[in-house]
């Protein structure tokens, strides 16, 4: 029902730029948040960016200016640019909305690597 697919990831050296997209599709309604987690090898997913549906935004500290997060909602796109890319940035980078309540639910993309070489 409903579909989060994310794209843009890639190989790029530090210092350079990404643009990740994820676009929903399928019953999309009342979403409360969007955001992007990710996720590297042998460590916990952690909260990237989020846009909640009055526009607000909040980062992570090790991103905050340097990744922006922004949101179409013609095209129910949301977007993660990422600036001055580090190695420590590497990561599977994974789109997320979510819905409070009536019905509560939670959608998960199936992720796109991001590598940032030194």
């Known amino acids: 029902q409903v579909q989060l697919v994310e794209s843009g990831g890639g190989l790029v050296q530090s210092g350079g730029s990404l643009r990740l997209s994820c676009a929903a599709s399928g019953n999309i309604f009342r979403f409360n948040t969007m955001g992007w987690y990710r996720q590297a090898p042998g460590k916990q997913r952690e909260l990237v960016a989020v846009i909640t549906s009055d526009a607000s935004t909040n980062y992570a500290d090790s991103v905050k200016g340097r990744f922006t997060i922004s949101g179409d909602n013609a095209k129910n796109t949301v977007y993660l640019q990422m600036n001055n890319l580090k190695p420590e940035d590497t990561s599977v980078y994974y789109c997320?909305?979510?819905?409070?309540?009536?019905?509560?639910?939670?959608?998960w993309g199936q992720g796109t690597q991001v590598t940032v070489s030194s």
């Open positions: 997320n909305a979510r819905r409070f309540s009536f019905p509560a639910a939670e959608y």
